[in-house]
């Protein structure tokens, strides 16, 4: 291609000169309207801080709902990716290609699991759960052709297919979406017990989120995930953490589970894997239980991809390195006490875990999405989760100053 050509094609998707306005009136004319989005528009990202198209800097406490813990255009993940991506950017599972293999070596030594099955989205990764959970249950364990049970919560968040929305709570999430699919038995958070009565001998698998991002930064009682994987042993039914928004260092330490010692039978990764960068997912599980898989079983054209493999290998790497879950966990602990001595008559509650953070108001004082919105205007993105709920869940790379520029200006919004 010739020089002149190369520089046409940049043009096409150039840095825009549009304005705020005229981007949100491009999005409400033509995208679906699915998201009820703050209106500003990023056109640069850089660590925790990112620049909207008036050149505004704002500090993103968000960090899209965790999958940017290395922050924005983290430089060694990008070098990583720039070269993968003028070598080789997708073969298929057809072949193999040379990052696929060390990525599956890395990736089972990091999470301390037998196998991984690698696909793109949260929500695939949940599906890739479901199913061999219930495979296993009818070559394994023995359950009687599409009688397996799978156990959840309330308040659950797993993503958006048709199958995981099936047994959603949220009503929103799934009316006018059916016929929905069966097998899904819901229990109560944080109550074990609830658990072990619920279990049938049809009972395959337990799919629980060890902190509930979506569900509002819901911290179970300690002790709770503890016994539920004893409750699943005893009954030989498989615990399956969904750990794509709390895993990979966010809750200040490699995964929520580790805070009580669990070691899942089956563990779910999405988001963060991807450094930011790729949409990269995962599940990961025992020899026996990924066994039940065979060729044509299940795929994704694009998991397990040589640039996803590329950048989530040098993130691992990067997270070990720097120690991101305790810096997590000391920032976290810091910012959490700082936002519980706000007070006033605003905030019922502040929890979580490492930088994982929930603010929950008082009905009296309106719902969470109001103060977001100040927020905004005060240079700070952040997103309500439910209602009355605000999470501030910046990168975990994120600056003790930064967290202490933002303090202040939450402080005169929430006081
Ligand atoms: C975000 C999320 C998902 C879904 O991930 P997608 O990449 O959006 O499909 C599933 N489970 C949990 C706990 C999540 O936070």
Known sequence: MTQATL????????????????HNDLVSQYSANNYASLPVVIRKGEGAWVEDVEGKRYLDMLSAYSALNFGHS????????????????????????????????????FCGQDMVLPMNTGAEA??????????????????????????????????????IVSFSRDPQFKDDFGPLTPGFKMVPYGNAAALKTAITPNTVGFLVEPIQGEGGIVVPPDGYLRECHQICR??????????????????????????????????????????????????????????????????????????????????????????????????????????????????KEVRGKGLLIGVEFHESAGVAKTYCKQLKEEGILCKDTVEQVMRFAPPLVVEQKDLDWAFERIKKVLA
């Open 7 to 22: 520089s046409g094609v940049k043009r096409v998707v150039g840095s825009s000169t549009l304005n705020t306005e005229q």
């Open 74 to 109: 983290h430089p060694e993940i990008m070098e990583v990716f720039l070269e993968q991506a003028k070598r080789l950017t997708l073969t298929s599972r057809a072949f193999q290609n040379d990052q696929f293999g060390p990525f599956c070596k890395e990736i089972t030594a």
């Open 126 to 163: 949940v599906e890739t759960a479901i199913k061999a959970t219930r495979k296993w249950g009818y070559k394994v364990k023995g359950v009687e052709a599409d009688q397996a049970e799978i156990i959840v919560v309330d308040g659950n968040f797993h993503g958006r297919t048709v199958t």
């Open 234 to 347: 005893e009954n030989n039914v498989l615990f399956i953490a969904d750990e794509i928004q709390t895993g990979l260092a966010r809750t200040g330490k490699r995964f929520a589970c580790d805070h009580e010692g669990v070691k899942p039978d089956m563990i779910i990764l999405g988001k963060a894997l991807g450094g930011g960068m790729m949409p990269v997912s995962a599940m990961l599980c025992s020899k026996e239980v990924m066994g039940v898989f065979q060729p044509g079983d299940h795929g994704s054209t694009f998991g397990g991809n040589p640039l996803g493999c590329a950048v989530a290998r040098i993130s691992l790497h990067i997270l070990n390195r720097d120690k991101l879950a305790e810096r997590a966990d000391k920032l976290g602990q810091a910012f959490m006490g700082r936002l519980r001595s706000i007070g006033g008559d605003k905030i």
